[in-house]
Nanobody
């Protein structure tokens, strides 16, 4: 089984950039599809981006397409989310998650392991 720890969140001005990291423990990281979700206060957790086990395919929510880039380094057991052109509406707690079957990447229930989350705040 895999355990996940996010880092890299913080406070940034609108138009700025942040890079989130998700470090995984265990030797099975490369077998999982991986994804990022976010949850703003008073809202449901929503899909942001996902990447297949090999890194060969990526998926994005329409709201972040063209601004965010997901990637992974299986040798380092780490996944990344590069966030550029940040907007105040991107403010949320960001969670990384593991998808054991590598399918339904935008569906929260397809993920069975979650990190503790990292706060991203974008000021206007």
């Amino acid at each position: 089984q895999v355990q996940l720890v996010e880092s890299g969140g913080g406070l940034v001005q609108a138009g700025g950039s942040l890079r989130l990291s998700c470090a995984a423990s265990g030797r099975t990281f490369s077998r999982y599809g991986m994804g990022w979700f976010r949850q703003a206060p008073g809202k449901e957790r929503q899909f942001v981006a996902a990447v297949t086990w090999s890194g060969g395919r990526t998926y994005y929510a329409d709201s972040v397409k063209g601004r965010f880039t997901i990637s992974r380094d299986n040798a380092k057991n780490t996944m990344y989310l590069q966030m550029d052109s940040l907007k105040p509406e991107d403010t949320a707690v960001y969670y990384c998650a593991a998808n054991p079957l590598g399918s339904d990447y935008d569906v929260r229930s397809a993920y069975n392991r979650w990190g503790q989350g990292t706060q991203v705040t974008v000021s206007s």
